[in-house]
């Protein structure tokens, strides 16, 4: 009898414990949403109210109920296609331009980048000038959760070891003995405590959680390890792409030459700069720099950005080109930095978390009709990188 109610009861803990932890999910993870909005949706999405490629996110849950912003994020052009009149007025405004779908993303997932952009929001105006949304702060935030959680656990383990405390007490009396007559109630707690401490599933139980809680502490720390997210390095010339590539709207292809062509986009050359500036600001000290290594005959010594390990073989023509993407998609608002910075990971899970969702560009390119054909064979589903070969290893290591 007495075990069938512990059994119960260890349940019933197990229980309240999920429901704890779910009940923090509810109102979405400020942090966890600030790194898949950073990942995901920065690229065209401003957290506060401005325009980046699409419109700024503040106030979203003002305009849409959650349904929608779910039914949008999974799949927008669905909702478009549905002759939702919001949506359709949205895609004109924004000049038909398509919103990569986000199939897999859960409730969870979009509450977490719902949390993030209202945090944004929230956040005070330091001073004048200061940015206005001040970002989460992303690692204390989960540290924080990672406290809470210790500390409701081991808050759950007293009450756990209190019941079956008091349970032994109650079977005593109910076996006909009185408690003065059994052990006090203090040593029926200590006995219980003995017991739980030489109960064997009970034991590897909370050394498993220690060596599970402590594995994910070093692996969040590894994976960290050579992962250059926010690298944006002072260059040698203040050169700035919101002035040339966003206000000038010079196109990127001007200076990196090779990027729809080969697999290196390139740095452009001094004798690129000075197709304009052998005349325009001639007398600017930053100017004069390209002179001085023109006049000494060496390259200007830009630091790299973005860089992959030897290992890993990366080609963008195949991206820009074949595949149509925007540069957006992997380097985020350039055209709004006025430093080049690192948006992305650039990890292999982001490489194949990409190729997992995207659908290849097969129209016009006959190139794909017989794979095409195949495909559509065998899946409803749209063709995607994924099924032609995109998670295969060789693919991307030498
Ligand atoms: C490639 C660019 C792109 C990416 C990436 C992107 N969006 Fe969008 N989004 C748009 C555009 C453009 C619109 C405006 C409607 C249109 O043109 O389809 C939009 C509209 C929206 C809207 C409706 C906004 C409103 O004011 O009603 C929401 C919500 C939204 N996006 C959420 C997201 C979230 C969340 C992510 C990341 C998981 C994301 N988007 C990623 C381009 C993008
Ligand atoms: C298509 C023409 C064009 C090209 C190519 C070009 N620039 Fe510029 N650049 C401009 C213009 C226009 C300005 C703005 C001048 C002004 O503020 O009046 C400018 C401004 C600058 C400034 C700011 C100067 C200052 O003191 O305000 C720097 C630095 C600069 N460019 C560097 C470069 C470098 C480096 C390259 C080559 C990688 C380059 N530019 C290529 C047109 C160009
Ligand atoms: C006027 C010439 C010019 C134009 C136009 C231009 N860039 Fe650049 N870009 C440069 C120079 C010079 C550097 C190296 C210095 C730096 O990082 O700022 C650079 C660096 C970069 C880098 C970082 C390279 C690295 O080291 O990893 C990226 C990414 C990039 N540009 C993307 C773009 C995109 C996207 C566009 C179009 C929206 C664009 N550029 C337009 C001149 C240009
Ligand atoms: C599918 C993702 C993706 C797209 C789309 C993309 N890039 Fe890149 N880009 C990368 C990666 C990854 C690297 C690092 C490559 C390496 O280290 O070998 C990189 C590096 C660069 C560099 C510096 C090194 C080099 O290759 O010379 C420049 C400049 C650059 N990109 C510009 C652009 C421009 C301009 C566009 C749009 C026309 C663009 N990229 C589109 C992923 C992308
Ligand atoms: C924004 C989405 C996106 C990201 C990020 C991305 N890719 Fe891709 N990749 C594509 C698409 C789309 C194609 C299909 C192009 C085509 O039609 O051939 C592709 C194709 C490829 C192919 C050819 C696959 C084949 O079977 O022919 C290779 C190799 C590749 N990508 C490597 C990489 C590497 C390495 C990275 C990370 C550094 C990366 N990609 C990041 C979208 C992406
Ligand atoms: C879409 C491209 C892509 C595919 C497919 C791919 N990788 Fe990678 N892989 C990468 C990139 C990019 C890196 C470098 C990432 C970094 O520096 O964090 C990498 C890194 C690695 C590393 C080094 C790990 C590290 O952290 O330094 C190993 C090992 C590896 N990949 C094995 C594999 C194996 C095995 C497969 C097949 C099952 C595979 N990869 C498929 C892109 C890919």
């Known amino acids: 009898m007495i075990n069938n109610i512990s059994k119960k009861l260890l349940t019933l803990v197990a229980l309240v ?8 999910a509810q109102d979405g993870d400020a942090a966890a949403g600030e790194t898949l909005f950073k990942n995901n949706c920065a690229q065209c999405h401003a957290a506060d109210a401005s325009v980046v490629v699409g419109p700024g996110l503040a106030g979203i849950e003002d305009r849409r109920d959650f349904a929608w912003i779910k039914k949008w994020v999974n799949n927008p052009a669905a909702v478009i296609s549905s002759g939702d009149k919001y949506a359709v007025e949205l895609y004109e405004k924004y000049n038909k331009t398509q919103m990569t779908a986000f199939p897999a993303y859960g409730e969870a997932e979009i ?11 929230a956040a005070p105006v330091v001073a004048e000038g200061a940015p206005a949304a001040a970002p989460v702060q992303e ?4 540290k924080f959760f990672n ?3 210790v500390s409701l656990l ?5 009450v756990l070891v209190a019941l079956l405390a008091v349970l032994k007490l109650l079977s005593t009396i109910a076996q006909g003995g009185s408690p003065e007559s059994s052990v006090s109630g203090l040593e029926s707690f200590k006995a219980t405590l003995k017991g739980l401490a030489s109960n064997k599933t009970i034991v590897t139980a909370v050394i498993w959680m220690f060596v599970l809680l402590g594995t994910k502490a070093t692996l969040d720390g590894l994976y960290s390890i050579g992962v250059h997210q926010g690298y944006a390095p002072t260059q040698p010339i203040n050169f700035s792409h919101k002035l040339h590539a966003g206000d000038m709207e010079i196109n990127c292809a001007y200076c990196h030459t090779g990027v729809y062509k080969g697999k290196q986009s390139g740095i452009p050359s001094s004798s690129i700069c000075m197709n304009c500036h052998n005349t325009i600001k001639r007398e600017s000290p930053e100017i004069q720099k390209i002179y001085t290594a023109i006049e000494k005959n060496q390259p200007i010594e830009w630091v790299r950005v973005h860089n992959l390990p030897d290992l ?7 991206h820009t080109n074949v595949a149509g993407l925007d540069c957006a998609n992997c380097h985020g608002d350039i055209k709004n930095m006025e430093v080049v910075e ?9 490489c194949i978390d990409c190729h997992r969702k995207t659908d290849v560009n ?10 095409l054909t195949a495909h559509n064979s065998s899946s409803k589903e749209a063709m995607k990188v994924e099924d032609i070969g995109g998670l295969e290893c060789a693919k991307c290591h030498y």
């Open 362 to 371: 097969a129209k016009g390119n006959a190139y794909y009709d017989a794979l």
């Open 154 to 158: 081991v808050i759950m383990a007293l």
């Open 139 to 142: 690692a204390s935030g989960g």
């Open 147 to 149: 406290v809470v959680l």
């Open 17 to 24: 414990f999920v429901l704890t932890i779910q009940s923090f």
């Open 111 to 121: 509450k977490n980048i719902l949390a993030y952009v209202k945090a944004a929001n």
């Open 342 to 350: 690192q948006r992305h990971t650039l990890t292999m899970g982001w």
């Open 312 to 318: 890993a073989y990366f080609n963008h023509s195949q």
